[in-house]
């Protein structure tokens, strides 16, 4: 249990930059997009952000939701209450740029676009991925229907199984984007 602690202290050290931006653009997207996501007191004090708030800023660096409540419970207090107060402090600044108009700046405003479309496409992906089939038979009987992509590369089913359930999942994800399309 302290290994994954250690791991997981060392990981949020080395990658404290991307860790910061993550908490910045979602903070942003929550400010943004759902201002009762985080309670914002009356007065100018610091947003309350809740254990959840950080989970889920923890999933969008540790691949996901599973991975984030792992980490999360196997943190000491002391690394919870660091996070907690770090995303205490984004949302506070987050909000201060919101009152000085900065999401109206283009670049910003087109940064906040991006990110929030980035971050939807990633949701929706999820969502297809997990309504479909990726079983050892579906996987195969794609593999087959386009043995050719694979064959070219000499690959058998054995040695490209991830990427062919990628594959899937992309090929579901382009059929649900051109029926959208044609609507």
Same mark, same amino acid.
């Given at each position: 249990m302290k290994l994954l602690s250690t791991q997981i202290r060392s990981w949020c050290t080395r990658n404290r930059s991307a860790l910061g931006f993550a908490l910045v653009l979602l903070t942003a997207l929550i400010l943004i997009g759902a201002p009762k996501a985080i309670a914002l007191?009356?007065?100018?004090?610091?947003?309350?952000?809740?254990?959840?708030?950080?989970? %889920? &800023?923890?999933?969008?660096?540790?691949?996901?939701?599973?991975? #984030?409540? =792992? *980490?999360?419970?196997?943190?000491?207090?002391?690394?919870?209450? %660091? &996070?907690?107060?770090q995303a205490v402090r984004i949302a506070a600044? #987050?909000? =201060? *740029?919101?009152?000085d108009g900065l999401p109206s700046h283009s670049d910003v405003a087109?940064?906040?676009?991006?990110?929030?479309?980035?971050?939807?496409?990633? *949701?929706?992906?999820?969502?297809?991925?997990?309504?479909t089939d990726l079983s050892e038979n579906a996987a195969r009987s794609?593999?087959?229907?386009?043995?050719?992509?694979?064959?070219?590369?000499?690959?058998s089913f054995e040695q490209c199984r991830l990427r062919v359930r990628e594959d899937m999942i992309r090929s579901v994800t382009l059929e649900r984007l051109e029926k959208l399309n044609t609507e």
């Open positions: 007191p009356q007065t100018p004090a610091s947003p309350v952000v809740d254990d959840d708030d950080v989970i %889920t &800023l923890l999933s969008l660096d540790l691949g996901g939701r599973d991975v #984030a409540v =792992a *980490a999360w419970a196997n943190m000491n207090q002391f690394e919870k209450q %660091t &996070l907690r107060d600044m #987050a909000r =201060a *740029a919101e009152r087109r940064a906040l676009r991006w990110g929030i479309s980035s971050f939807l496409a990633d *949701a929706w992906e999820k969502k297809i991925a997990s309504e794609f593999y087959e229907a386009n043995r050719k992509m694979y064959m070219d590369e000499g690959l």
